[in-house]
């Protein structure tokens, strides 16, 4: 097979998230349409389709999905898969992720890093250092805070005392999410769903035991909301190990969704499929 996969977050205009824009969503969507034929999901587990396809997903459950992605999609007759964490349908709690995308657009680099180090323990502080790997999209501050959000302990603690000065989290919860009538619309509309794990954390860097109760709890509510779906899984923050992909087939997964940027070529390792970024793709074919 010659599949490709895409992972979208954020698509909104007038808005200081990183973003696509509603005009960069519909070119690139129409772009992907005349050179691959865009499937479901579903199709490539079940059909392991021969020529060059592409399937279009969403990761975090963001509400853009239902408002401004899918008119787009339907335009182009094209199916995409939303991964949605397992603790969004049964929490009304922003999740970290979202949490810190709200900080950043809201205050800027500078000032949540300010707010972050009157907060954390000094060990976690952010300072002034070279740019950390990983973080392609981002400046060298910028990079430090993430890294330091992704490696202290309970990142949670601090974002939450920040996250309240600014924002009330309910309100936020609701402009950012889908919520599940939304979820079945776009079901009736032939979008497919899969599971983002429970509370959107590195499966990769937990314990086996935690890492485990993480997906099985997503599992769950994934069940329970998406009866008919097919079992797939995008790991949050594209974070697994071996242990992961073992759990992951265990628990009858029909497919896992890495963020390793390579097109799907052999139909064995539908555990751990390579996906790229939109802007990867941008980056590639806008000139
Ligand atoms: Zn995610």
Same mark, same amino acid.
């Given at each position: 097979?010659?599949?490709i996969?895409?992972?979208?977050?954020?698509?909104?205009?007038?808005?200081?998230?990183?973003? +696509?824009?509603?005009?960069?969503?519909?070119?690139?969507? =129409?772009?992907? =349409?005349? !050179? &691959?034929?865009?499937? /479901?999901?579903?199709?490539?587990?079940?059909?392991?389709?021969?020529?060059?396809?592409?399937?279009?997903?969403?990761?975090?459950?963001?509400?853009?999905?239902?408002?401004?992605?899918?008119?787009?999609?339907?335009?182009?007759?094209?199916?995409?898969?939303? +991964?949605i964490?397992? /603790?969004i349908?049964?929490?009304?709690?922003?999740?970290?992720?979202?949490?810190?995308?709200?900080?950043?657009?809201?205050?800027?680099?500078?000032?949540?890093?300010?707010e +972050? !180090? =009157? =907060?954390?323990?000094?060990? +976690?502080?952010?300072?002034e250092? @070279?740019?950390?790997?990983?973080?392609?999209?981002?400046?060298?501050?910028?990079?430090?805070?993430?890294?330091?959000?992704?490696?202290?302990?309970?990142?949670?603690?601090?974002?939450t005392? #920040?996250? /309240?000065?600014?924002?009330?989290?309910?309100?936020?919860?609701e402009?950012?999410?889908?919520?599940?009538?939304?979820?079945?619309?776009?079901?009736?509309?032939?979008?497919?769903?899969?599971?983002?794990?429970?509370?959107?954390?590195?499966?990769?860097?937990?314990?086996?035991?935690?890492?485990?109760?993480?997906?099985?709890? /997503?599992?769950?509510?994934?069940?329970?909301n998406?009866?008919?779906?097919?079992?797939?899984?995008?790991?949050?923050?594209? @974070?697994?190990?071996?242990?992961?992909?073992?759990?992951?087939?265990?628990?009858?997964?029909?497919?896992?969704?890495?963020?390793?940027?390579? #097109?799907?070529?052999?139909?064995?390792?539908?555990?751990?499929?390579?996906?790229?970024?939109?802007?990867?793709?941008?980056?590639? &074919?806008?000139?």
């Open positions: 097979m010659e599949n996969i895409i992972v979208y977050h954020y698509v909104r205009d007038k808005t200081n998230f990183k973003a +696509f824009t509603t005009s960069q969503f519909r070119e690139q969507v =129409s772009y992907l =349409s005349k !050179n &691959y034929r865009i499937i /479901g999901l579903s199709e490539l587990i079940e059909q392991k389709p021969r020529d060059k396809t592409c399937v279009i997903t969403f990761d975090d459950g963001i509400k853009d999905g239902f408002t401004n992605a899918l008119p787009i999609l339907e335009e182009h007759n094209a199916k995409a898969t939303f +991964f964490p397992g /603790g349908l049964t929490e009304k709690k922003v999740l970290n992720a979202q949490k810190r995308h709200l900080l950043l657009a809201k205050l800027g680099t500078e000032k949540f890093v300010e +972050f !180090n =009157s =907060s954390a323990e000094s060990i +976690f502080r952010v300072r250092e @070279s740019k950390k790997q990983g973080y392609q999209f981002d400046d060298a501050l910028t990079s430090n805070l993430k890294y330091m959000l992704d490696n202290m302990d309970n990142p949670e603690t601090v974002l005392k #920040i996250f /309240g000065k600014y924002f009330n989290e309910e309100e936020e919860f402009k950012i999410y889908l919520n599940k009538q939304e979820m079945k619309k776009m079901q009736g509309r032939n979008m497919e769903f899969g599971c983002h794990g429970y509370n959107h954390i590195w499966l990769g860097k937990l314990y086996f035991k935690d890492m485990k109760s993480d997906i099985e709890k /997503g599992l769950a509510v994934f069940q329970e998406f009866p008919d779906q097919i079992k797939t899984i995008s790991y949050p923050f594209g @974070s697994y190990s071996p242990l992961t992909v073992r759990l992951a087939k265990e628990l009858g997964f029909k497919a896992g969704l890495t963020i390793e940027k390579r #097109i799907n070529e052999n139909t064995e390792n539908m555990l751990e499929l390579g996906r790229f970024d939109c802007v990867d793709i941008l980056k590639k &074919y806008s000139n």
